[in-house]
């Protein structure tokens, strides 16, 4: 995304710094949220995200195509790769049955 996306759309700084002055900035609100879920891991908090966005398109609908996006590429993530989700994965794996569900011979 280009970054002055925002001057685009009317978005300037001096707008940014009223609002800033009345409501917390977005950066302020992740990291209070980011003070209270530290201890869970990446992929806890994608999933998590993924599935409040989802809650809420009814009342933000213009998330809806993105968070659509987000819901199937962690789908696919979590399955095909779920070894980049859990640093456990393969020692889960390792002399106990495949994704499939065969014996992988241990």
């Known amino acids: ?8 759309v009317g978005v300037t700084a001096s707008l940014i710094f009223v609002v ?23 992929w806890d908090l994608i999933c998590f995200c993924v599935g409040y966005l989802a809650s809420i398109i009814p ?5 809806g ?8 590429m962690s789908f696919l993530i ?13 020692k889960l794996v390792d002399g106990k049955k495949d994704m499939a569900g065969e014996s992988n011979g241990n």
């Open 1 to 8: 995304m280009d970054q002055n996306w925002g001057e685009d």
């Open 20 to 42: 800033d002055t009345k409501i917390p900035s977005p950066n302020t609100r992740t990291l209070k949220i980011y003070e209270r879920v530290k201890d869970f891991s990446r």
């Open 59 to 63: 009342i933000f609908p213009m998330f």
């Open 65 to 72: 195509p993105p968070v659509k996006s987000l819901g199937q």
């Open 78 to 90: 979590h399955y095909l790769h779920p070894e980049e989700v859990d640093e456990n994965y393969s």
